[in-house]
């Protein structure tokens, strides 16, 4: 062919185009690429290099996410096509992910990663009878308080049964004095409404995850005890927005107890004033008769359904996961290990502030495992923002609730139908 | 012209423009075709992992968006960026304009250019500078403001002080560019007219208004119209200020499309916001059009 002017111009022209078609094939890499997020990212590479790689092996890559942009990239990457080959993910995005495929369930050689576990972070994991990820690290959320005025007010600590602990509320207030509460139960955050909900026994949703059970007597006792917690004033009806700073509002006690996980001990240590660091501690979470409930929290490791480099990706998640990589990831970044050996390993359990996490761990419940969760849970929390200032009664809100949850779960119902869900 | 003239002409015509009008219909048309198409299915989480998992629902995404109270609250409140910081960007920008283009301004250039800084420096970088003129107990508006014995405002943090704070900042983003299109329109107003006015004893705002304004009303309609445009598609202010909140007050109609289709996954839902984002600016803008001819502007 001979050339001419003009196919000169056409391939001049074309010129810009040619890198989209180098990104057309197949990318295949010799790196085994993990995606991580926040602390844990930062202390990866550490904790890589303390593993004992074997030499034979692909290199390991890690990329960092921001914790806020974490979910977006996942779900765009699975889009795309672009996900790695192992990843940490949020103990509540397993089920979104496992429903479209992205994830890759733990092979039978790698059962034995699940044992030595807590049970009801195992079972997060678990859908469909398979489980999907290998929990790395496990945090829940418990009660933070004021050992000073629950002393003063005649308590050692808060009571774990409900009638008697807001009774033991009431008495704090009044020891905290004017214009200062019992309590801090952000409107805008759904936590401390689901740990009621979880410790007095509601399921949520019924009928495969295919409609909301919030009707239930269960919930609706939970729910009745939330408003009853700000119609009584033991707690502001504030969101969490309307609170500068957290810790010195609850140094100056404005209010005497909230809900927080492991990561505010830290914080605790650091933020509160020293005069004040005697006067904080943890406990579980109180229930109608005792001893409450909590979501269990913390991320797992998965490998990615498009992984090139299958076994290798399994090995790196078991050589993680051993109770000594944990113990370094704790004294790394604070994270509470996932296996209980690493536990009493490190000595945690003498640690009073720490404790108590161990406890509501192994009093935890899985919340319900389905994509949709998310989204439900934050139209919950806006009834129930809105039952406490008084637009519905406790039966109308429950009533709303069941209302919104069947209406995003009305595409599941059809899955559900078609057998087309895992 | 002969007939085989002209349509060679025509044809040579077709050959220039096609490249650009490819471009526009596959990157312009065809993805808008295909949103509208998305629209009237529930296309999610489910149909990203299969796409047998689509179902075809018609309008039942428009139906449940004009069902759904927040929905109404975003349009609510993207309206009222449109009201309020049209005029209010407009005027801004044509205040500076004729400031940087009075002959009494010393440095003018270097006037251009700090005005006209905001509108090129990173949303992202001056939103964190923002967010801390605007701290309720450290900023610096709020230190400005004690001077006049107004009390702390919570800008950020109370949902009636978060629009105007929004608004101021989104307004002090983009009154530059507006500024550079009215500056170089008053340049080509004629000085003879503006001291032919004064001669007759014409003051400031009569010069203004009868000279001045005649002279650009084609260019109030485009800079108008670019900013309607412009509040109507107001997110990323938002997003970074204040992430919608509080209690919802900065959720404009395109944060919702956002989370209705990113953070929600709901594609189809969201694709459904866009039209109807798109035909109220359709709408909005023919108002415009229809206002400015009647004013004899076009």
Known sequence: MQLTRRHMTGALAALPLAPLLGGCGARTSDMLTIWAMGNEAASLPALIKGIDWPAGAPPIAVQPLPWTAAHEKLLTGFAGGSLPSVGQVGNSWIAELAAIGAIQPVPAYAKRLLSDQFGAVVDTNRIAGKTWGVPWYVDTRLQFYRKDL????????????????????????????????????????YEQLTTLALSAGARMLRDEGGRGAFSEPEFKAALAFYKSLFDDRL???????????????????????????????????????????????????????????????????????????????????????????????????????ARRSAWSAAGLMRDPAVAPFRAQLEHATALPKVPEWERIVTEMQIVAERMVRGQYSVDEAAKEIDARADRLLEKRRWMLEKGRTL | MSAVGRASETRAGWAMSSPALAAILLFFVLPAIASLFLSFTDFDIYALADIGNLRFVGFQNYERLLENPLFWKAMTNTLLFVAIGTPFIVALSLFAAMLVNSRWLAWRPVWRVALFAPYVTTLVATAVVWRYLLHTRYGLLNYLLSFFGVPPIDWLGSPTASLPAILIFAGWKTFGYNMIIFLAALQTVPRELDEAARIDGAGWFMRLRHVTLPAIAPTVLLVSVLTVAGMFQLFAEPYVMTQGGPAQSTVTILYFMYEEGFKWWNLGSGAAVAFLLFLCILAVTLVQLRLAKRSGAI
Do not use: C
Request: net charge negative.
């Open chain 1, 235 to 337: 707690a502001p009806r504030l969101s969490m927005a309307q609170i500068s700073n957290v810790w010195t509002e609850f140094g100056r006690g404005y209010f005497s107890v909230f809900l927080s996980g492991p990561w505010t001990i830290g914080d605790m240590k650091t933020r509160l004033g020293p005069e004040r660091q005697d006067d904080w501690g943890t406990a579980a979470n109180p229930g109608p008769g005792g001893n409450g409930s909590a979501a269990p929290g913390g991320s797992s490791l998965v490998v990615f359904a498009g992984s090139e480099h299958g076994k290798a990706a399994w090995d790196l998640v078991a050589r993680l996961t051993t109770s000594g990589a944990q113990l370094a990831l704790h004294e790394a970044t604070g994270d509470l290990p």
């Open chain 1, 150 to 189: 629950f002393a003063r007010a005649g308590y050692a600590a808060p009571p774990p049964e409900w009638t008697e602990w807001k009774a033991a509320l009431h008495k704090v207030k009044q020891v905290a004095g004017d214009g200062n509460y019992a309590l801090l139960y952000p409107l805008n955050e």
